[in-house]
Nanobody, 119 residues
Framework: QVQLVESGGGLVQPGGSLRLSCAAS????????MGWYRQAPGKERELVAA???????NYADSVKGRFTISRDNAKNTVYLQMNNLKFEDTAVYYC?????????????WGQGTQVTVSS
């Protein structure tokens, strides 16, 4: 079993910045990809950004140029630096990790962290 623990959410004014962190723990053999998703009230969960073990990244068009995803493979941790935040970035942000434990494939989610952009 693989657990993901997120941190770093909060309340910020428009134009401000936040940094989210997500640490994976458990019987991890390898993590292929880690990513951040978000879900706003009344909307479906959507991909924000993802990063592979080799460092390839993918971003939603709405956050390109403002958000940066990075990871520390040695710590099994992924980060999301969010700059120039907008009202529409308000959502619960979820961390996701996919890979292999010592016995099987896993696809795990964190509990979510609230990001609220408000003046």
């Amino acid at each position: 079993q693989v657990q993901l623990v997120e941190s770093g959410g909060g309340l910020v004014q428009p134009g401000g910045s936040l940094r989210l962190s997500c640490a994976a723990s458990g019987s991890i053999f390898s993590i292929n990809a880690m990513g951040w998703y978000r879900q706003a009230p009344g909307k479906e969960r959507e991909l924000v950004a993802a990063i592979t073990s080799g460092g390839s990244t993918n971003y939603a068009d709405s956050v390109k140029g403002r958000f940066t995803i990075s990871r520390d493979n040695a710590k099994n941790t992924v980060y999301l630096q969010m700059n120039n935040l907008k009202f529409e970035d308000t959502a619960v942000y979820y961390c996701n990790a996919r890979g292999w434990t010592t016995v099987r494939r896993f696809d795990s989610w964190g509990q979510g962290t609230q990001v609220t952009v408000s003046s």
